[in-house]
C-alpha cells in the first residue's frame, strides 16, 4: 500500500513541477518531458503492468495540459510504459550509459507514436510542429539518468522485486 502513496506523491510532484515549467517557459515544458521519465523509472523498477497503469495516468493528465485531441498521449504513454517494463526485464539497464541510452531509445519511440497519431487526427505531415521537441529524447535521457539513483532511493525498492 504503502509504494501506491509514493506513486502517487511522484505523479504529483512531476504535475507540479510541469505546471511550474510552463509557466517558465514553454521551452522548458517542450525539452525535459517528467512524465516520460516517471513512466520509464517506474517500468524498469516494478515491471510493464505498473509502466503502463503509470503511463495512461501520467499520460491522461499529459493531456489535458494540451489543446489537442483527449487521450493521445495516453495511448503513447501506455505504450511506451509497457515496452520499458517488457525490454528492462531481458536487459539489464541500471548503470548510467544503459539508462541513458534506454531512456533515449523509448522517449523518440513515445514521440513517434504520439506524432504518428497526432498527424493521423489532423490530417498533418508527420514532421510538422516545433522542432524544440525534437531535443526532448536528449534532456530526457540525461536527466533521467542523472536522477536515477535518487529515484530508486526514495522508493526503496530494487528492480523486480516482489509484488
Known amino acids: 500500500m504503502r509504494i501506491y502513496l509514493k506513486i502517487f506523491l511522484i505523479i504529483l510532484v512531476a504535475f ?6 510552463g509557466k517558465i517557459s514553454k521551452q522548458i515544458f517542450l525539452l525535459v518531458n517528467l512524465f ?3 513512466v520509464i523509472y517506474l517500468a524498469v523498477l516494478k515491471g510493464e503492468i505498473y509502466g503502463a497503469v503509470t503511463g495512461s495516468v501520467c499520460g491522461l493528465i499529459q493531456d489535458s495540459f494540451s489543446l ?14 509497457y515496452f520499458a517494463g517488457f525490454i528492462s526485464k531481458r536487459i539489464f539497464v541500471l548503470s548510467f550509459f544503459k539508462i541513458f541510452l ?27 510542429g516545433s522542432t524544440v521537441i525534437l ?7 540525461l536527466v533521467g539518468a542523472l536522477f536515477f539513483p535518487l529515484f530508486r532511493k526514495f522508493l526503496r525498492i530494487s528492480p523486480m522485486e516482489s509484488q
Open 102 to 128: 534506454f531512456i533515449f531509445t523509448l522517449t523518440v519511440f513515445q514521440l513517434a507514436v504520439w506524432r504518428l497519431i497526432h498527424s493521423f487526427i489532423f490530417s498533418e505531415p508527420f514532421l510538422s
Open 36 to 38: 516520460t521519465i516517471l
Open 68 to 81: 489537442g485531441i483527449f487521450g493521445v498521449a495516453g495511448i503513447a504513454s501506455t505504450i511506451l510504459g
Open 135 to 141: 531535443f526532448q529524447p536528449f534532456f530526457n535521457a
Open 16 to 21: 507540479v513541477l510541469h505546471t511550474l515549467f
